[in-house]
């Protein structure tokens, strides 16, 4: 018996030294939304710069606007100002000094359109033949710094893909829509030998299309057949083994990626027609991040989500209510894969907003009281 009792006291002791360890309590993370421009904003571009300030271009009324974070302040500039229209659908990436480079289209100039440069000194220029109604543009940089631009012709349902060379700009018809009047999202991805991959909808098939080009010939696949399609977006990254991850929405949200040999899908939010606006980032262990709007309950939400292991954990980024409403929305991240979010507020004023959520979800110790009897 006196054997056991020390058993026990053991054992109790051992308990209680546990529980007078401090406990960790998860905070939830912590979104900052600021307001970047109150009364000048348009579909959006947001990049991260390797020290992680955020830079966005942006339909501004007519112009093309960018817009910068010096670290204690936003600042803004002008890009292109034309008597007409221009600033449609920017594509933003920057190099690693820091230098922009942006596609949009311009409806003064019928054009799709190619600017680089830094505050204060940019130089456009006209890219490919005119088109006269306005669609998505996508831009990359390859390995040399050069552009590669996907594009939507509307007037004549083109997918068209043009690229720098080096000495002068070449152009190839990815697809060609006999439906024409249905608006077309597009994105574009190089990969570590700087070919080509895409994803966009392709009207005739209703269908969410993967494209690769290996050599000389593009390649085609299914992501999404029947698709229900009112104009939402599609966004597409590579991994680190150049395999394609996608961001599709079909009634609700839903991300892909491609092992080698098939697709995979997941459903990312069950929230009935949702998505219509998505952005895609993956981090540096390849996790997807999302950034997508929602409408429900008469209120608009912009939404975060990522993978946490096999499951998606979604996060309220900003709400309005009627008659506002969030539209397009652009994801980056940082160095330490923290999100960074730009999108455009519309309604009673078009705004530009920006929200950055904190790191990660921070831990308070919490020392749990001893109860000795």
Same mark, same amino acid.
């Given at each position: ?14 308990? /209680? ?7 960790? %309590? $998860? ?17 959006? &571009? ?17 112009? /093309? ?28 990436? /920057? ?10 289209? &311009? ?8 600017? #680089? ?15 006269? +109604?306005?669609?998505?543009? =996508?831009?990359?940089?390859?390995? %040399? ?30 697809? #060609? ?10 994105? @574009? ?8 991959? +895409? ?11 993967? $494209?690769? !080009?290996?050599? %000389? ?20 990254? @590579? ?5 394609? !991850? ?24 069950? #929230? ?11 981090? #540096? ?12 309950? =008469? ?5 975060? $989500?990522?993978?946490?292991? &096999? ?5 309220t980024v900003d709400v309005i209510s009627p008659p506002n409403r969030f539209d397009d929305v652009s994801l980056g991240l940082d160095g330490d894969n923290s999100p960074h979010v730009a999108y455009w507020s519309l309604g009673t004023a078009d705004v530009l907003k920006y929200a950055a959520r904190d790191s990660a979800a921070t831990h308070h110790l919490v020392y749990l009281p001893?109860?000795?009897?």
């Amino acid at each position: 018996m006196t054997k056991l009792c020390a058993v026990a006291t053991l054992l109790l002791s051992l308990v /209680l030294a546990a529980l007078s360890l401090p406990a960790r %309590a $998860a905070v939830a993370p912590t979104w900052h939304v600021e307001v970047v421009d109150p009364d000048a904003a348009g579909y959006v &571009s947001l990049a991260v710069t390797q020290a992680g300030s955020p830079r966005i271009a942006y339909h501004a009324h007519g112009d /093309l606007g960018y817009a910068w974070h010096d670290g204690a302040t936003w600042h803004l500039d002008t890009v292109e100002s034309q008597p007409g229209n221009t600033g449609w659908y920017p594509s933003l990436r /920057l190099d690693g000094q820091g230098n922009a480079y942006i596609s949009y289209y &311009s409806s003064y100039s019928e054009s799709l359109m190619y600017a #680089t440069g830094v505050p204060g000194a940019w130089a456009t220029e006209m890219v490919g033949d005119p088109y006269t +109604i306005a669609g998505q543009t =996508s831009l990359a940089l390859d390995s %040399a710094g050069r552009p590669h631009i996907v594009y939507f012709d509307y007037n004549h349902g083109l997918v068209e893909y043009a690229w720098h060379d080096g000495g002068t700009w070449r152009y190839e018809v990815i697809d #060609t829509m006999m439906l024409k009047s249905q608006f077309v999202s597009l994105a @574009l991805a190089l990969d570590s030998a700087d070919r080509p991959h +895409i994803c966009y909808y392709d009207a005739d098939a209703e269908a969410w299309l993967y $494209a690769f !080009r290996p050599v %000389a010939t593009w390649v085609f696949d299914t992501v999404d057949a029947d698709v229900f399609y009112n104009g939402q977006e599609c966004d597409i990254e @590579l991994d680190s083994q150049d395999r394609p !991850r996608i961001s599709f929405s079909d009634l609700y949200m839903f991300y892909a990626y491609h092992d080698g040999l098939i697709w995979h899908t997941s459903m990312v939010d069950d #929230t009935f027609a949702i998505g219509s606006f998505s952005s895609l980032a993956l981090d #540096t262990l390849d996790n997807p991040h999302l950034v997508y709007t929602s409408w429900v309950d =008469s209120q608009s939400t912009v939404l975060y $989500a990522y993978a946490a292991g &096999s499951t998606w954990q979604v996060e309220t980024v900003d709400v309005i209510s009627p008659p506002n409403r969030f539209d397009d929305v652009s994801l980056g991240l940082d160095g330490d894969n923290s999100p960074h979010v730009a999108y455009w507020s519309l309604g009673t004023a078009d705004v530009l907003k920006y929200a950055a959520r904190d790191s990660a979800a921070t831990h308070h110790l919490v020392y749990l009281p001893i109860v000795r009897r």
